[in-house]
């Protein structure tokens, strides 16, 4: 991969990194043979296919097909860049990296910059709430609203001031250039000239990302009315900040989430601080109404339960639904916290206390279940019209069951409750699933990023894989092997590199080859090739015999395209009458007749290709 950081310092990260606790932090990891296998976290599914080698260092997932190793993980996990992942390795494993020049520095430098003004951006408003006189109406806000000095620190709370420069002001003391600040989401350019701050007169919900760095923020309109906008305003869309993939509080909260494997998702950043400040650390917030499927995917590799526990309003919301539904759809078992008419987390905790909150969240109804009893409320059942639109809308959240088990459990409810027969209900259910798609399958659409590899001929598959093994198969496939025989050009980049690396004495390994690229095709090909259990732990003679195999298969197609291609140009050269050229043209291909190591070719025989 692209890198300036020196290779010797990479390997010490990989060294230092061990795959498996990686992984470990952010999903459940199952042992399975030599194995460990989970939920990918980045498809939805419900059986894992995830597949992490602990000898081999590398993942790999049967489902999507991605793969890798510590370092394409933590970039695909946390979207990183590669300087970025290594220098997060890097701490982690106590590493030191000696100065990171990043691939491509424009960008990755604009990031760093964003979030170095980030975190000048979180100071300058926690200053401001808690050291200003123009700050004290916020802080005595927070204080009477029984949010103690230590969680407004722990959240890193602050206050924009109300003029309309005040952090414009600062930073530019600072040396920061206005255009950065709009960049970074902090200020905006005025209509005519000049620049005004984004976030005026609100109390500042830093947004924390995994690695705890400020990505945005979150502000709340301290004097609601009046022309400072709306009373809940976010960061833009920066380069680090992406709404659709954040959680609030997640930085904090994964700990307790992983150790409970229980998640609890509410809607607002007071609601986050007044449960956490209760002791109930396991909360995030999502930072739009609805859920989106990336943090659904954060969410499910934490946690097998995620219960929500928004506002009877929010609660009601088609768009809640969907998200929810997208939830349940990565396999995460899903309950919704039927809070008191009116009442948020927050307003309720600090009017009931934390164990009074605790106690709902753990009688959560399922999803079903609730959307069933919500919709129930709605009609009058005793109206024949009414009915009818009833089992309408019955119908349409039936088909977003989970299983066939859920569905008839609830069908069967139903049926007894309306006092009709099951199984016209059943098959009216029929009629609609053929005509539309099930909620079921929303998540899955975004599989289709996955890009169809080509076809690859199961020799070469198989011959990388054997090569990968050991030095002995490598050096084998190094005597035999012609880089012609083979079609792919993914291959042959991996082919070259084993020889590579077989000719400076070292033992093929995948873990380190693939640092060598950055095409992640060839990267997933590799950890295909490596994970592939029917190929593990062969005899050394089958092994052997295997690879030879392998390559003469090669070898008879190629030679027979060769002598295809022959035959063509000989027909053309013979109606042209050029007997002479058709002598040359056999000397040259004499070598179609020869292998690499010098041996006479036979057409049709195998098995003697084993070195
Ligand atoms: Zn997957």
Request: aromatic share 8%.
């Amino acid at each position: 991969m692209a890198q300036s950081i020196p290779e010797n310092v990479v390997e010490e990260i990989r060294e230092r990194t061990d795959l498996v606790d990686l992984v470990g932090e952010y999903l459940k990891l199952e042992r399975r043979g030599k194995n460990m296998v989970g939920l990918c976290p980045f498809h939805n599914e419900k059986t894992p296919s995830f597949t992490v080698s602990p000898e081999k260092q590398l993942f790999h997932c049967f489902g999507c097909g991605a793969s890798g190793n510590v370092f394409s993980f933590i970039m695909k996990m946390d979207n990183l860049s590669f300087p970025e992942a290594a220098s997060v390795l890097a701490r982690r494993g106590g590493v030191k990296i000696p100065e990171v020049k990043s691939s491509s520095p424009d960008k990755d430098d604009l990031k760093e910059k964003i979030y170095r003004i980030n975190k000048l951006a979180a100071r300058f408003y926690a200053y401001c709430l808690t050291s200003t006189d123009y700050g004290k109406k916020a802080l005595e806000y927070l204080l009477k609203r029984g949010i103690k000095g230590d969680t407004i620190e722990q959240f890193m709370l602050g206050y924009a001031p109300a003029d309309w420069t005040g952090f414009l002001k600062f930073a530019q003391k600072k040396g920061v250039s206005p255009d950065l600040m709009v960049k970074a989401g902090l200020v905006s350019p005025g209509k005519e000239r000049g620049y005004y701050d984004r976030f005026r007169n609100r109390i500042m919900f830093p947004i924390f990302d995994i690695s705890g760095k400020v990505a945005g923020f979150g502000g709340r309109l301290l004097i609601e009315g009046g022309k400072d906008g709306p009373k809940y305003l976010n960061s833009p869309e920066t380069p680090v900040f992406d709404k659709g993939s954040m959680l609030y509080g997640l930085n904090l909260a994964r700990e307790e989430i992983r150790r409970e494997k229980k998640a609890v998702v509410m809607e607002g950043y007071t609601d986050v601080v007044t449960a956490f400040q209760a002791g109930i650390k396991n909360t995030v917030a999502s930072l739009g109404t609805a859920l989106t499927t990336t943090q659904a995917r954060h969410l499910r590799s934490q946690a097998d339960t995620v219960v929500t526990a928004y506002d009877s309003d929010l609660a009601g919301e088609a768009a809640t639904w969907r998200g929810l539904t997208i939830l349940q759809s990565t396999g995460c078992r899903v309950q919704v916290a039927d809070l008191p008419e009116g009442s948020d987390p927050d307003s309720y905790i600090r009017a009931k206390g934390a164990d009074s909150f605790l106690n709902i969240v753990n009688n959560a109804n399922p999803l079903m279940e609730y959307r069933l009893s919500q919709l129930k409320k709605r009609y009058n059942l005793s109206s024949d019209k009414e009915r009818v639109e009833y089992t309408e809308e019955l119908m349409s959240i039936l088909l977003s069951a989970v299983n066939d088990i859920e569905q008839n459990y609830y069908l069967k409810k139903a049926a007894e409750e309306l006092n009709v027969d099951e199984e016209a209900l059943r098959s009216e259910l029929k009629k609609r699933r053929r005509g539309g798609r099930r909620y079921k399958d929303v998540g899955k659409e975004e599989l289709s990023w996955q890009q169809k590899k080509d076809e690859i001929r199961p020799a070469e598959k198989i011959l990388i894989s054997l090569m990968l093994q050991n030095k002995e198969l490598a050096q084998q496939s190094r005597n035999l092997l012609q880089l012609d025989y083979i079609d792919d050009l993914r291959v042959k980049e991996i082919v070259k590199a084993v020889w590579d690396q077989v000719a400076h004495g070292q033992r093929p390994e995948a873990d380190k080859l693939m640092n060598r690229f950055e095409d992640q095709q060839i990267i997933n090909l590799i950890t295909e090739a490596v994970t592939d259990p029917s190929l593990q732990d062969l005899p050394p003679h089958i092994a052997k015999r295997m690879t030879g195999d392998c390559i003469n298969q090669l070898y008879q197609v190629w030679v027979k395209r060769q002598q295809k291609e022959l035959q063509k140009r000989i027909k053309e050269l013979e109606l042209q009458g050029l007997d002479e050229q058709i002598d040359e043209l056999l000397r040259k291909h004499q070598h179609l007749l020869v292998r690499k190591d010098g041996s006479p070719y036979r057409l049709g025989e195998g098995g003697d290709f084993n070195g």
